[in-house]
Nanobody, 127 residues
């Protein structure tokens, strides 16, 4: 499967953005696919943001809990990341990632457990 991330941009603190992760080559609604978003700020390691497991189970990093949500539109083969109440510390390149089997919680946050990655989209939050 190929993933195409888009929707990044420049936004003021407190604003919102919606990122899209368009999949092609296979249906991400097929049972077992896990889709997650990671982000990487300059000089930092890539970190888990939010993940959507089978059965619509969602797991969210503490740093974005209550502000970010993830959803899947099966007809469009797309996963969305809705980001509200953005903060300057949310500034990063955001990547969507997929795995073609379910992941347990301890596996979800580990980048090496994903075998498909999008190219990343820049999100910049100004203060």
């Amino acid at each position: 499967v190929q993933l195409q991330a888009s929707g990044g941009g420049l936004v003021q603190a407190g604003g919102s953005l919606r990122l899209s992760c368009q999949a092609s080559g296979d249906s991400i609604s097929r049972y077992g696919y896990v889709i997650s978003w990671f982000r990487q700020a300059p000089g930092k390691e890539r970190e888990f943001v939010i993940g959507l497991r089978r059965g619509s189970n969602t797991h969210v990093a503490d740093s974005v809990k209550g502000r970010f949500t993830i959803s899947r539109e099966n007809a469009e083969n797309t996963v969305y990341l809705q980001m509200n109440s953005l903060k300057p510390e949310d500034t990063a390149v955001y990547y969507c990632a997929a795995r073609d089997r379910d992941l347990i919680l301890s596996e979800l946050r580990v980048t090496s457990n994903y075998n498909y990655w999008g190219q990343g989209t820049q999100v910049t939050v100004s203060s």
